[in-house]
């Protein structure tokens, strides 16, 4: 199979595996829950797709544009641990996975605001982090450091689909393994 053709595949996974999340965590309208997170991984052949949605609240205590030199900070600290994403995402070592590609998508932090932007409403983060898998059949796990890395986060909700059928996880502070199907 070209790897043009995985990378199709792939996306179809996650953006099923979102679509998922989104009606059953979201169900009603526009709303979000504060300390919750949602998960969407994907694997499919050596890639590992873990795509992260978080409102904004859950990272940095707010969910509006920076508006103080404090948030500012806070701002540019999450988005610093955002980008090390071999710090909160750890596929299990037999995996031999290695960090391809990460993307964060966060409106409420970018410098200017897109023009008709609404500051009163809320603002998520999301975050997609890509890996190259030698032995993908040896991923059993992934350590998760995102309660270690945003202290706001309570609960992930994790949605699975890869060679072994699809499946759906929830994990509450402290725990921080995600077992997948074997």
Do not use: W, Y
């Not at 997170?37 to 873990?50: F, K, P, R, S, Y």
């Not at 995996?95 to 964060?104: K, S």
């Amino acid at each position: 199979m070209s790897a043009n053709r995985n990378l199709v595949l792939l996306r179809a996974v996650a953006s099923s595996a979102a679509l998922l999340t989104s009606s059953t965590v979201f169900g009603q309208g526009d709303a979000h829950v504060h300390g919750l997170v949602n998960l969407d991984v994907a694997i499919e052949a050596q890639t590992l797709t873990v795509a992260l949605e978080a409102p904004l609240d859950n990272l940095l205590g707010f969910e509006h544009r920076p508006r103080t030199p404090a948030q500012r900070k806070a701002a540019d600290d999450a988005m610093k641990r955002m980008n090390d994403g071999a710090s909160l995402v750890r596929p299990a070592a037999a995996a031999q996975c290695t960090l391809a590609n990460t993307t964060i998508e966060a409106e409420a932090l970018q410098s200017t605001a897109p023009a008709g932007a609404k500051e009163d409403e809320h603002a998520d983060l999301d975050a997609t982090f890509v890996f190259t898998c030698a032995q993908p059949d040896k991923l059993a796990s992934i350590e998760l450091g995102l309660f270690e890395a945003f202290q706001r986060i309570k609960r992930i909700e994790v949605q699975v689909a890869g060679p072994q059928g699809q499946s759906k996880q929830t994990l509450e502070r402290p725990q921080k393994l995600l077992k997948l199907a074997r």
